[in-house]
Structure formats: C-alpha cells, structure tokens
C-alpha cells in the first residue's frame, strides 16, 4: 500500500533568540517557577490541548473544512512522541528509537497504515495560540492543518524545565480521506430585498386626448346629428334614389323603341 504520510511535513524550531525569550519568560521569577508542581503542569497542558483542538478546528471551519475530533488512540501517540523530545531534549519526527509517525501511531492503536496520517511538532512554545500561530506560518505545517481528508486529531505537551526548549509540541492527524469542503454560507444581509414595484394600472386616455400627448394635431369631434333627420334625410335619399331608377328604365324603353 502507498505511503500515505505527506511529504515535506517538517518539525517546527523556533529561532534561538525566541526559544532564549521564552526560557527568560518562564524562569524570570525562580519563585514562580518552583511554585508549579507536576500535577499544575497536567493541569496546564490538559487545558493547552483543549485549547489547541478548538483553534484548529475554528481555523479549519473558516478556511470551509470539516472538523477534527479528539481521538484516543492519536493522544497517546502524540503524548509519547511530546514526553520523549523532552526527555531526550530533541526535536524530530522519527523518534529516539526510531520509530516513524505512521509507526507510533499504529502500536497505540490507530490504523494509520489505512488512513492518511500527518504530524505537527513544536517546541519553546508556551501557549496553544503561540505554537498554532507557528505552524499557520510554515506552509509545510499549515497543509497539514489544513488537510481535508483528516477528521481526528491528538495532541501531546510536555514540558520538561532541564531541556533546551521546555515546551514540546506533538499533533497528530488522521482520516480516511474521501471528505469534502464544507460551504460555510456566509451571513444573510440584515437589509430587507427589495419588493418589486407594482406594474401602473392602465388609464385610459381620450382619443383627443392622446392625440395631444403625442404633439399630434387634435382631430374635431364628430357632430352630434338628430334621429329623426337622419331618419327623414334617408327617405329622401331614398326616393330620390327610387325616381332615378324609373327615368332611367323608360329611358332604355323608349331607346328600345326608336322613339328617341
């Protein structure tokens, strides 16, 4: 089966003079250093992995990707590969002895032989939005942050006072791949739409009316004429009309007869 871990995925180191500012930060105070016990140190890095998993999933849901779970069987791989950097004061993705992510994350249980696995390493960081903030400014890590296929995550932090960088980082990935973009609407407008203008009612127009909008010249109105000499008017056309067929019939008779 290929190799499913992806390529270019490098540890992160943090320049000298940062890692030297941060030491500076954590043991300014001798006092408030040797007043942290182990059990405050859980406690702290307890609340630094919960923090760290709600940053990465807040940045995967704006860049529109599914979120990741916390997953048992990633944690303790990522805790292991976290307690040994700062028990062998190294920083590396193969561990002391020897072991490839894919390989941790298999003897813990994972199936990452079946699964597309990533890792992300940090070290000098104190805080989870420090150490997420370095991984978001290194392409290699931000891909791997940024991976759609992955939907589980671990998260390992151990801090170690005696070590070069005290901080050490470990986040582990997983999933089965196949996923997809998740479309994040953005938000509805709090202005109304607009509403359609209603259509104007028709108004009918009178002809000489019109014909005055338009510029035309207004035609004169029909007069009114009276029923009744329309009536005897076409009687007298009638007759008239009558007593012109007559003369022309005893025109043609006569014609007829040679008397004209």
Request: hydrophobic share 50%; charged share 15%.
């Amino acid at each position: 089966m290929p190799d499913r871990y992806p390529k270019g995925v490098l540890m992160l180191r943090r320049a000298l003079i940062f890692t030297f500012a941060a030491a500076a930060i954590a043991i300014g105070s001798s006092s408030s250093a040797a007043a942290f016990t182990h059990v405050e140190r859980s406690a702290q890095g307890a609340t630094a992995q919960s923090d760290i998993v709600a940053l990465v999933n807040a940045y995967r849901a704006n860049n529109g990707l599914q979120a990741v779970s916390q997953n048992g069987a990633l944690t303790a791989a990522a805790a292991w590969m976290a307690g040994d950097m700062a028990a062998k004061n190294y920083i590396g993705h193969v561990s002391s002895d020897g072991r490839s992510p894919t390989q941790r994350m298999s003897a813990f249980g994972y199936p990452a032989t079946s699964m597309y696995t990533g890792e992300d390493l940090g070290a000098g960081y104190a805080t989870a939005g420090a150490v997420l903030a370095g991984w978001q400014a290194s392409a290699a890590h931000n891909a791997v942050l940024l991976n759609p296929n992955y939907n589980s995550i671990g998260i390992g932090l151990v801090y170690e006072a005696n070590s070069t960088y005290k901080w050490y980082w470990a986040a582990d990935f997983g999933g089965p791949g196949g996923t997809v973009k998740v479309v994040v609407p953005p938000p509805a407008s709090q202005a109304s739409a607009p509403t359609k203008p209603a259509a104007p009612a028709a108004q009918p127009i009178a002809p000489r009316a019109a014909a005055a909008a338009r510029g035309a010249d207004p035609q004169p109105a029909e007069e009114t004429v009276d029923p009744e000499v329309a009536a005897a008017a076409a009687q007298i056309a009638f007759i008239e009309a009558l007593g012109e067929r007559r003369i022309a019939h005893l025109l043609a008779v006569l014609f007829r007869l040679g008397a004209i």
